[in-house]
């Protein structure tokens, strides 16, 4: 069974907003290693968010810090990012990175998911 990743929850939201995205793998599935999210603006180069190791340490973006919040519920292959005090530069597309292993250990990537943030 082919492993994969897929987002969801993004959206349309105002200024100060909250949005919550989630992702999860599946497929033949031996353990998921890190699993974080990345975005990218239009004329931009895609940039880290937020990465959880399996294990529960995080490491967040300056420009996120004390707004967003990655979790991740293992026994769902599942990682979360709880996204508050949204501002207009947090508009971009979100994209969902996991490292799987199945027979070996591959990076696999979302397909990716719109969040905008209205003034």
Request: hydrophobic share 30%; with cysteine; aromatic share 8%.
């Amino acid at each position: 069974q082919v492993q994969s990743v897929e987002e969801s929850g993004g959206g349309l939201v105002q200024v100060g907003g909250s949005l919550r995205l989630s992702c999860s793998a599946s497929g033949s599935i031996d353990s998921v290693y890190a699993m974080g999210w990345y975005r990218q603006a239009p004329g931009s180069q895609r940039e880290p968010v937020a990465v959880i190791v399996r294990g529960g340490g995080t490491h967040l973006a300056n420009s996120v810090k004390g707004r967003f919040t990655i979790s991740r519920d293992n026994a769902k292959n599942t990682v979360y990012l709880q996204m508050n005090s949204l501002k207009p530069e947090d508009t971009a597309v979100y994209y969902c990175n996991a490292y799987i292993r199945s027979t070996t250990i591959r990076e696999y990537w979302g397909q990716g998911t719109q969040v905008t943030v209205s003034s």
